[in-house]
C-alpha cells in the first residue's frame, strides 16, 4: 500500500512546498485589497485560487 499524507513527498520537497505556502498569505492580502480597489475578472480568480490553495494546504490535501 502507498503511504497517504504529506510525508509521502521527499523531505526536500515537502521543504520547498512548504516555503512556498509561506507567501500565500501576504499574497492572499494583496490580492484581496487589489481586488477591492480594482475588481476584474482576472483578480476575483486569482483570489479565489488562492483561497483554494492555503484551504487545501490546511486541510492537509496537498
Known amino acids: 500500500m502507498f503511504k497517504k499524507g504529506k510525508y509521502r513527498l521527499p523531505l526536500w520537497l515537502r521543504r520547498v512546498r512548504d516555503a512556498g505556502y509561506q507567501f500565500l ?34 486541510a492537509g490535501v496537498l
Open 25 to 58: 498569505i501576504p499574497l492572499s492580502m494583496f490580492q484581496l485589497i487589489r481586488t477591492i480597489l480594482f475588481p476584474t475578472t482576472i483578480d476575483v480568480v486569482l483570489l479565489a485560487i488562492l483561497v483554494v490553495l492555503y484551504l487545501t494546504y490546511v
